[in-house]
Structures are given as C-alpha cells and as structure tokens.
C-alpha cells in the first residue's frame, strides 16, 4: 500500500542552523501538508501546498520556515535558523483531490521526523 | 482558531468491553471529521472519517456525527489491548485545507 515517507527520522541541530526536512507524498496525491507536534501537545497545523504554491499557513509559519517541491516527488520544508522552541516531531502528509474538494479529503501522514535542537 | 475539544483521559477499560471517545467542534459549518489513532512516539493513522449526520460503522469501530449538538464520537467494540493508544479527533477548517486537531483521548484497554 503507498504510502508517505520522510527523511531523516530524527535529526539533532545546534540552534541557529538551518535545517531541511525531506518528505514523499504519496505518488498520485496533489496536496501536501506539515504538521508538527510537540512533546506532549496537540498535532499542530503548519501549511498546505498544492500546485506549487503555498494554499494556507498558520501563525507558526513564519518568515523562518519555507516549502518547496523540488522535483516530482519530494516535498521539503525548511527551518531557516532553528529555535529551542523548534524541537517536535515534523509530520508531513499527502491527500488526493478525489472530489475536487480537499476538505472532505483523508489526509495521510508520514511517520515523521524528530527534530531537536540544542 | 477553531477548537476540537477531547477529554485527555485516561479512559481504561478491560478488554471486550466497549470504549467510547468523545469530542467536541466549535466551528458550526465544519463538515469532514476525522478519528485517527496515535501509538506513542509515532504518527496519526487514519480510523474513520464521517461526513453525515449518524453513525458509521467500519469493523469494531463506529464513529457518530451529530452536527446540531457540534459532536461527534467514537465506539471500539470488544476493546483489545492493541487498542491502546491516543485518539484524535480532527476537523477540518473553513478554508478547507488545514486540519485542526483535539489534545486527543488516550485509551487504555487492561487485560
């Protein structure tokens, strides 16, 4: 069954690197999203994208995180100059447009990347 | 923000009994829920999406909407402790892109 894979697992980073987190969304999907979660809080929202463009954020994407889709299959989110506050579990997923209408659509995750920050 | 409301639990329960997951939604136009299952230290696993009013029914699992009332609910007959995990509850928000998500309910089914 296809599924979401991200790279790498867990990746450690002194603060104020800049970080890349690798995704691949599921072949024929066309919205992709991240997601984090923090130790012990809720899965939080980050950005959609579709079409190669960002199609909604959160506060928490600010001006220090970015998206891009590189080439067919990957799907990347950056971390400009990593925070303390940064360290959580990076979830990205993929969903299909089945009906023209991404919010009835399941999205699936990826089994994510832990990012620390020391 | 829109807000998923769940209770943090934990609820436990033996096994075959019947565990029943709350959650609560304060957007009124929302139209897709969600119910996913999170083991510790991994990722959201979809269980069942609802879109009507009613109930749902997948195996063990039956999930109930209820728009008037803004809740919609999850029941895992005969309980297993593989069942044991956290359950999430998300809804989708009005620009139909993001997911908003409860705390989650943590089960746990004791043998």
């Known amino acids: 069954e296809p599924e979401v894979t991200q790279t790498p697992s867990h990746q450690v980073t002194q603060m104020g690197q800049e970080v890349i987190l690798r995704c691949v969304p599921i072949?024929?999907?066309?919205?992709f999203y991240w997601y984090r979660q923090i130790l012990g809080q809720k899965v939080e929202f980050l950005v959609s994208f579709y079409n190669n463009e960002i199609s909604e954020k959160s506060e928490i994407f600010d001006d220090q995180f970015s998206v891009e889709r590189p080439d067919g299959s990957n799907f990347t989110l950056k971390i400009r100059s990593t925070k303390l506050e940064d360290s959580a579990m990076y979830f990205c997923?993929?969903?299909?447009?089945?009906?023209?209408?991404?919010?009835?659509?399941?999205?699936?995750f990826g089994p994510g990347t832990r990012l620390t920050v020391l | 923000q829109k807000e998923v409301e769940q209770n943090s639990g934990p609820l436990s329960v033996p096994e075959g009994a019947i565990a029943s997951l709350n959650c609560t939604y304060s957007d009124r136009v929302s139209q897709s829920f969600f119910w996913y299952r999170q083991y510790s230290g991994k990722s959201p696993e979809l269980i069942m999406s609802i879109y009507s009013n009613g109930d749902k029914e997948d195996g063990r699992f039956t999930a109930q909407l209820n728009k008037a009332s803004q809740y919609v609910s999850l029941l895992i007959r005969d309980s297993q402790p593989s069942d044991s995990a956290t359950y999430l509850c998300a809804v989708y928000s009005n620009s139909g892109y993001a997911l908003n998500f409860g705390k989650g309910t943590s089960l746990l089914v004791t043998p």
């Open positions: 072949s024929n999907h066309l919205y």
């Open positions: 997923a993929s969903s299909d447009p089945g009906q023209g209408q991404p919010s009835t659509d399941t999205q699936y």
